[in-house]
């Protein structure tokens, strides 16, 4: 999918079937084709977005993406990778849940969420309405 940054469109382009898990060295074949091809009709791919699955953290790990370079170059030009925002989350939740999180010198652990929503669910008008039990 190719969307715009400055105008709101945006277009899919191309899609595969496969048999099972996509090759790490084919999606990042995939990937610079795609790049290269929207080059070509005029548009300028200034970034590309995945989640965190095993094979997306292969190809990026292939790009030379890090966390000091959070880009790679192709055909002269700069391209970020930026991880999908939703998924992100999700990662966070789910390490918080797991191990919780370390600040500093201070924890975050998963039973200081169970005590809000404990007590968010008493109050008569609730501070995170969208936060449920499961």
């Known amino acids: 999918m190719a969307r715009g940054l400055a105008a709101n469109w945006k277009q899919p382009f191309g899609f595969a ?3 099972g ?5 084919l999606l990042k074949q995939l990937i610079l084709t795609a790049i ?3 080059g070509q009709i005029g548009l300028c791919v200034k970034a590309v977005i995945c989640d965190q699955n095993s ?10 993406i890090s966390s ?7 055909n002269g030009t700069q391209h970020s990778v930026i991880y999908d925002p939703p998924h ?10 797991k191990s919780g999180l370390k600040c500093g010198t201070s924890e975050v652990l998963w ?3 169970e005590a809000f929503y404990d ?10 309405p969208k936060l449920t039990n499961t």
């Open 36 to 38: 290269t091809e929207l």
């Open 21 to 25: 898990t996509v090759k790490d060295v």
């Open 68 to 74: 000091a370079t959070p880009y790679f170059m192709h």
């Open 88 to 97: 992100l989350i999700k990662s966070i939740r789910n390490n918080l849940h």
């Open 111 to 113: 039973i200081y969420v």
């Open 17 to 19: 079937f496969s048999s």
């Open 55 to 64: 094979n997306n953290m292969a190809v990026t790990k292939f790009l030379g």
């Open 119 to 128: 007590h968010d669910c008493k109050l008569p008008i609730r501070m995170a």
